[in-house]
């Protein structure tokens, strides 16, 4: 069962229906308790980096959270929950993130802001984020301190991190739910 | 590099898609679900969905045609036509629809795109922009290219850039339907004065003009309706063809 966090930005739908069509049993909560005993989670991102961690806070879901990706449940993050793993984000000035990694997340300093389209993702390491086209909305990207955690990197006027991967945890910039077969089969691959 | 992005536009009257009626091969080539899975297998980027129901009544079965398509197609949707209140956003949104394109709702009450953009984040708010040649500017012409409102597209486009759209589509009402390609000089003008992605429409008629739209006329993606309708080309062969011609494109 996967449990998808629903922190109030309102449509999770193309998150539910790539879960539903792919046959994974999915369920959507803002209970605390029910993150800190999933098997797995998603949480996905619309909206503000502030308003995302504000909900967090308001529903006492950041701790829980916390907790439970700390305990090795598998998380998956998408687009803002990528960028909610890190310290602080310049969408948000002093809103602190969840900080599970160091570093912060920037503005696309060239380019047309926001970046809407698809992307080539470049694998940095083995695993589930594989080489393929992937579909982007956003105008911030997460900076990691550490190289360590980079999963895979694309380019838009200069290369950035589009997914992280380490331990429990899985995030990508790029929307899964709307990358077509490729986006399917690397949601699959965290499923296996 | 970020890709061109080549999107199909399908018109859909009463939760029907009309046009698109040169596939023979297909069951029920009215079917929208049909349609996009098949546009999707095609490497589409995205969809278009256009409502041309008449009646604000029976416009509520696009709203079942999103939800359909959005549980079996999973590239980006965006639904057109007829939108003219934040809560007919919220609703499509709902259903399944990523971004919604407004109209005349926004050219006669600019308000609704920041509303829009502040509730559900610009990346879901296309501004679309009817435009028609006068002289050496462009009028936009608003109700499905029937009425003229004396504005200037290109100050319209800036303005409802800096409102919060997330994207224009520019339609020009001249090319529109000829096949004798975009107006370039429209979407270039557009595309240098605002510092969002444009979204060229009217006018494809030949591999050519494609390629025209994006190295001169500078656009982000192109929407094409009857060249892939009538099977004239399907969507890879486009993007194959501007693959040759060294266009960054998804293939």
Not at chain 2, 90 to 95: E, Y
Not at chain 2, 124 to 131: E, F, T
Not at chain 2, 182 to 200: C, M
Not at chain 2, 204 to 228: H, P, Q, R, W
Request: net charge positive; hydrophobic share 40%.
């Amino acid at each position: 069962m996967i449990t998808i966090l629903d922190y109030g930005a309102g449509n999770l739908s193309s998150v539910k229906n790539a879960l539903d069509y792919l046959g994974m049993d999915n369920s959507t909560t803002d209970n605390p308790k029910k993150i800190l005993s999933a098997e797995r989670i998603i949480l996905p991102g619309v909206g503000s980096f502030g308003f995302l961690m504000d909900q967090l806070r308001k529903k006492n879901l950041e701790k829980p959270l916390k907790k439970a990706i700390e305990k090795g449940t598998p998380f998956f993050g998408i687009c803002l929950g990528l960028q909610a793993l890190f310290e602080e984000s310049e969408e948000s000035p002093g809103v602190p993130g969840l900080s599970i990694f160091k570093g912060n997340v920037q503005q696309f300093r060239k380019g047309k802001v926001p970046q809407i389209g698809w992307n080539k993702i470049i694998p940095e390491k083995e695993g589930i984020i594989q080489e393929g086209f992937a579909y982007f909305v956003n105008s911030f990207v997460a900076v990691p301190k550490d190289p360590t955690i980079i999963a895979a990197t694309s380019d838009y006027y200069g290369r950035y991190v589009c997914a992280v991967q380490w331990k429990n945890i899985t995030a990508t910039q790029f929307h899964p739910e709307k990358s077509g077969d490729y986006g399917l089969c690397t949601l699959k691959r965290w499923l296996q | 590099m970020i890709t061109k992005r080549i999107i199909p536009c399908l018109d859909v009257k009463e939760g029907r898609v009309v046009k698109g009626t040169g596939f023979i091969n297909l069951k029920d080539a009215g079917d929208p679900v049909l349609l996009a899975k098949m546009y999707n297998d095609q490497g589409a980027d995205e969809l278009v969905f256009l409502d041309i129901t008449a009646s604000a009544e029976k416009r509520k079965t696009m709203v079942g045609v999103v939800r359909a398509v959005a549980k079996e197609v999973f590239i980006p949707l965006t639904v057109g036509g007829g939108v003219e209140t934040v809560d007919d956003i919220r609703v499509l949104l709902q259903a399944g629809a990523d971004k919604v394109s407004l109209n005349t709702a926004a050219v006669l009450n600019p308000d609704i795109i920041s509303k829009a953009a502040e509730q559900f984040g610009r990346q879901c708010v296309v501004v679309a922009i009817d435009a028609k040649r006068k002289g050496s500017l462009w009028e936009v012409i608003v109700r499905g290219g029937r009425e003229r409102t004396g504005k200037d597209a290109i100050a319209w486009a800036k303005e409802a850039a800096s409102l919060g759209a997330g994207e224009l589509l520019v339609t020009s009402m001249d090319q529109d339907g000829t096949k004798a390609g975009y107006d370039l000089e429209l979407t270039k003008t557009i595309a240098a004065s605002v510092n969002i992605p444009i979204i060229a429409s009217g006018g494809a008629g030949t591999l050519v003009s494609i390629k025209d739209v994006f190295l001169e006329g500078n656009a982000d993606a192109a929407l094409i309706a009857s060249l892939l309708h009538y099977g004239t080309f399907t969507t890879n062969d486009v993007k194959t063809y501007l693959k040759k011609e060294r266009i960054s494109v998804r293939l």
